[in-house]
């Protein structure tokens, strides 16, 4: 089956645009991750829906905005963009909403690059 | 807070030779531990994880763990690395007590380099 779709896969933009970015998980599964990889910090959690509702949020300023539609298929959203929003951007999919009942399965990413 | 280390940025192994990978978390109970793998320009792939049972995990591509409770570990291992293994891992953990969620906090990773 086909696995997590995340479109696009590379984008540029200058600072102070904004950016969205498109999850569509793998069909069945209800929940949608977002984690931001950068050299210096990492993955760090963004944030999680589970059947349309934020479930819970990183400590990411408010900038970042995400949401799920009915299909399950989710979008960020990153406003007045700064440099250090460059990231490789990953979502991942589960079935469930708890990592103890199903495994989660990680897109390619999006790769954004801020100038 | 939730904390994970992993204190190897990189290792270099020779083809053929044993890899062990560390990983140190801070919490008071155990949490649900997990090992990914990233290959260059590509997402992250479960290698094994651990709830409670068995400390010594099997994963795929070869890959084991063994969690010890008393050192706050989570060690990967592989006996023979093989030049596809090269990639960066990451350990992981999950919310505690069986919570609701699928949060992961993620180690800094561990870059594997292999030498033929």
């Known amino acids: 089956k086909a696995g997590v779709t995340q479109t696009p896969r590379y984008l540029i933009k200058t600072r102070g645009q904004q950016v969205t970015l498109s999850c569509s998980p793998i069909s069945g599964h209800r929940s949608v991750s977002w984690y931001q990889q950068t050299p210096g910090q990492g993955l760090q959690f963004l944030f999680e829906?589970?059947?349309?509702?934020?479930?819970n949020k990183g400590n990411f300023p408010g900038r970042f905005s995400g949401r799920q539609f009915s299909n399950s298929r989710s979008e960020m959203n990153v406003s007045t963009l700064e440099l250090g929003d460059s990231a490789l951007y990953l979502c991942a999919s589960s079935r469930s909403d708890r990592v103890s009942l199903e495994t989660q399965y990680f897109g390619p990413g999006t790769r954004l690059l801020v100038l | 807070a939730q904390s994970v280390t992993q204190p190897d940025i990189h290792i270099t192994v020779s083809e053929g030779a044993s890899l062990e990978l560390r990983c140190n978390y801070s919490y008071g109970a155990t949490p649900y531990l997990f090992w990914y793998v990233q290959s260059p320009g590509q997402g992250l792939q479960l290698l094994l994880k651990y709830f409670s049972g068995d400390t010594l995990v099997q994963g795929i591509k070869g890959f084991e763990a063994e969690f010890k409770r008393s050192q706050s570990s989570f060690n990967l291992r592989k006996p023979s690395v093989h030049w596809s293994d090269a990639a960066e891992y990451f350990c992981?953990?999950?919310?505690?007590?069986?919570?609701?969620?699928?949060?992961?906090?993620f180690g800094g990773g561990t870059r594997v380099l292999v030498k033929p």
């Open positions: 829906y589970f059947s349309e509702t934020q479930r």
């Open positions: 992981a953990v999950g919310p505690l007590g069986g919570a609701a969620g699928n949060k992961l906090t």
